[in-house]
Antibody, heavy 127, light 108 residues
């Protein structure tokens, strides 16, 4: 079965850190850009970050720039989100999401549309 | 950053009704607009990309249209499983890509 499974969320104090993981199964992430998208309780969707298929050229939302770092290990079929200096505004469910585009050899297309979502991992920042 | 607004915020309809959801962009996004469905307690699902292309496995009752700054998602005849929140998303200008605030389709 093709799926993404996030882990690593939990309760953290303001100013604290967490590392989220996203394990893919049923497909190889090496062909795809991967994203993190978050959803605060009762709110809409907010794109957080993207990393391309080879691990280069990450981009971030302004709200998280300098505090969150996306990375990937294609050999482990896993994507990560290192979170530091967390604030209450970072409280959300964090979804790992596969880009609809595809990379084959040197030809890559990043669609910036999201066709596979994990179930999400909740992060609560509170004292 | 391109801002997306969705209307109405809530749409109260009955099964079998036609649903028309709107998404307006603060600037031209060409046809680079998608729609997602999120049911309560579930993750979002891609319905439509590039304005009018249905994603894999999406029923034909879902259709998208529009161009420039004004877009529409139409559900031709609501099924019980279609009552959910719908988000539009643009990819014309990145980063960041942005989502609209959502339209909730609930049972009248």
């Amino acid at each position: 079965e093709v799926q993404l499974l996030e882990s690593g969320g939990g309760l953290v104090q303001p100013g604290g850190s967490l590392r989220l993981s996203c394990a893919a199964s049923g497909f190889s992430i090496s062909h795809y850009a991967m994203h993190w998208v978050r959803q605060a309780p009762g709110k809409g969707l907010e794109w957080v970050s993207i990393i391309n298929h080879s691990g280069g050229t990450p981009y971030y939302a302004d709200s998280v720039k300098g505090r969150l770092t996306i990375s990937r290990d294609n050999s482990e079929n896993t994507v990560y989100l290192q979170m530091s200096s967390l604030g209450v505004e970072d409280t959300a469910v964090y979804y790992c999401v596969k880009d609809r585009g595809y990379c084959s050899g040197t030809r890559c297309y990043t669609s910036w549309y999201f066709d596979l979502w994990g179930r999400g991992t909740p992060v609560t920042v509170s004292s | 950053e391109i801002v997306l607004t969705q209307s109405p915020a809530t749409l109260s309809l009955s099964p079998g009704d036609r649903a028309t959801l709107s998404c307006r962009a603060s600037q031209n996004v060409n046809n680079y607009l998608a729609w997602y469905q999120q049911k309560p307690g579930q993750t979002p699902r891609l319905l439509i990309y590039d304005t009018s292309n249905r994603a894999a496995g999406i029923p034909a009752r879902f259709s998208g249209s529009g161009s420039g700054t004004d877009f529409t998602l139409t559900i031709s005849s609501l099924e019980p499983e279609d009552f959910a929140v719908y988000y539009c998303q643009q990819r014309a200008s990145w980063p960041p890509i942005t989502f609209g605030p959502g339209t909730k389709v609930d049972v009248k």
